[in-house]
């Protein structure tokens, strides 16, 4: 079976080719950085414009570098949220009208549910049960998968998510968007011990998360100290060793509830080599084994949304012609409904 994936949740335009036996035929993926950095975030009107002038071009690009036609497609997967509605609408659209033109089926797939099913896509790859470490610039949760579609949200941040609190902190610091690199990047000047920053919801029971106060604390530490480039850079290294040791404390707490041994981590943040130190060191500890995507699956792409709708087409599922985007989606307990 060969399925079109399409990826247009926020700032990236993926598309990818999945084959059931072959794996990952081609993929492509733009990246709106540039568009949206002068203005130190996502703008979603200019975000969905830019969607709508890629996205055809992107999938003839795909088509042709797997030599394939239209009429070898067999299914069509399309992200239908979480995200930023008009950005969602373009890839719903686009998805369900090729779809409906080849007379195949399509499929909306969860945008989060796609990441924690990236590191499938390795050879080196996770065991149903596993635990999730869902990572990204709108989402931080732990999730319990059992098998695809089959879901329990354990813990999830209770207001900025951990890639959000990067970004705004880095803007803190007079960093430039997106923030999340760049701060990683001036933490590697910085010196251990300058600065402690809390560890926030460690103290207490519970997988939940909470980087709002932690983002608060750093904003004063800013305004009182950051009056050179080494102290923004402690205070940067600071940071990230709180969100560090705040997601592998919670990753490890998961792992010693549940008693499953391996941990995916899949998102944007999923990419941060400090994030994949402190984890590896935590799973190594527990004697368990810990699973990332490929780097250029971390962020969103269009080959983990082909991946996810060709498990749910093996499996039989169908959706009717009519079609919604959903910006706010849970992933929650059970299986997943489309």
Same mark, same amino acid.
Request: with cysteine; hydrophobic share 40%; aromatic share 8%.
């Given at each position: 079976? %060969?399925?079109?994936?399409?990826?247009?949740?926020?700032?990236?335009?993926?598309?990818? +080719?999945?084959?059931?036996?072959? /794996?990952?035929?081609?993929?492509?993926?733009?990246?709106?950085? *540039?568009?949206?950095?002068?203005?130190?975030?996502?703008?979603? @009107?200019?975000?969905?414009? &830019?969607?709508?002038?890629?996205?055809?071009? +992107?999938?003839? %690009? !795909?088509?042709?570098?797997?030599?394939? $036609?239209?009429?070898?497609?067999?299914? !069509?997967?399309?992200?239908?949220?979480?995200?930023?509605?008009?950005?969602?609408?373009?890839?719903?659209?686009?998805?369900?009208?090729?779809?409906?033109?080849?007379?195949?089926?399509?499929?909306?797939?969860?945008?989060?549910?796609?990441?924690?099913?990236?590191?499938?896509?390795?050879?080196?790859?996770?065991?149903?049960?596993?635990?999730?470490?869902?990572?990204?610039?709108?989402?931080?949760?732990?999730?319990?998968? &059992?098998?695809?579609? *089959?879901?329990?949200?354990?813990?999830?941040?209770?207001?900025?998510?951990?890639?959000?609190?990067?970004?705004?902190?880095?803007?803190?610091?007079?960093?430039?968007?997106? /923030?999340?690199?760049?701060?990683?990047?001036?933490?590697?000047?910085?010196?251990?011990?300058?600065?402690?920053?809390?560890?926030?919801?460690?103290?207490?029971?519970?997988?939940?998360?909470?980087?709002?106060?932690?983002?608060?604390?750093?904003? *004063?530490?800013?305004?009182?100290?950051?009056?050179? @480039?080494?102290?923004?850079?402690?205070?940067?290294?600071?940071?990230?060793?709180?969100?560090?040791?705040? +997601?592998?404390?919670?990753?490890?707490?998961?792992? =010693?509830?549940?008693?499953?041994?391996?941990?995916?981590?899949?998102?944007?943040?999923?990419?941060? =080599?400090?994030?994949?130190?402190?984890?590896?060191?935590?799973?190594?500890? @527990? %004697?368990?084994?810990?699973?990332?995507?490929?780097?250029?699956?971390?962020?969103? *792409?269009?080959? $983990?949304?082909?991946?996810?709708?060709?498990?749910? $087409?093996?499996?039989?599922?169908?959706?009717?012609?009519?079609?919604?985007?959903?910006?706010?989606?849970?992933?929650?307990? /059970?299986?997943?409904?489309?």
């Amino acid at each position: 079976m %060969n399925v079109l994936g399409i990826e247009t949740s926020c700032d990236e335009t993926g598309i990818a +080719l999945y084959h059931s036996e072959k /794996g990952i035929l081609s993929h492509a993926l733009h990246s709106q950085v *540039n568009l949206h950095r002068e203005y130190g975030g996502v703008v979603p @009107e200019l975000a969905s414009r &830019d969607h709508i002038s890629r996205i055809l071009p +992107l999938i003839q %690009n !795909v088509l042709d570098v797997a030599s394939l $036609m239209s009429t070898d497609i067999d299914g !069509v997967a399309y992200t239908a949220g979480p995200g930023l509605v008009g950005a969602l609408l373009v890839g719903v659209a686009v998805g369900r009208s090729l779809a409906y033109a080849w007379d195949i089926p399509a499929l909306g797939v969860h945008h989060m549910e796609a990441h924690l099913l990236a590191p499938l896509l390795e050879e080196e790859a996770p065991q149903f049960p596993f635990l999730a470490l869902l990572v990204s610039g709108g989402h931080t949760q732990l999730v319990q998968v &059992d098998a695809p579609g *089959n879901y329990i949200l354990l813990g999830e941040s209770l207001d900025d998510a951990a890639g959000e609190a990067f970004d705004k902190t880095a803007k803190l610091l007079g960093l430039s968007y997106p /923030g999340g690199p760049e701060i990683s990047r001036l933490a590697e000047q910085g010196q251990h011990g300058k600065f402690h920053f809390p560890r926030p919801m460690t103290d207490r029971p519970g997988l939940d998360f909470s980087f709002s106060g932690l983002k608060t604390f750093t904003r *004063n530490t800013v305004n009182e100290q950051a009056s050179d @480039e080494q102290t923004r850079a402690d205070i940067a290294l600071a940071f990230v060793d709180a969100v560090v040791d705040t +997601l592998v404390i919670k990753c490890r707490r998961a792992m =010693q509830q549940t008693g499953l041994k391996q941990l995916v981590a899949a998102g944007g943040v999923s990419a941060n =080599q400090q994030l994949r130190h402190g984890l590896e060191k935590m799973v190594d500890k @527990e %004697n368990g084994g810990v699973f990332y995507p490929r780097l250029e699956f971390c962020t969103d *792409n269009g080959a $983990m949304i082909a991946y996810a709708g060709c498990l749910r $087409m093996l499996a039989g599922e169908k959706e009717p012609l009519g079609f919604t985007a959903f910006p706010h989606w849970e992933l929650g307990a /059970g299986p997943t409904k489309y």
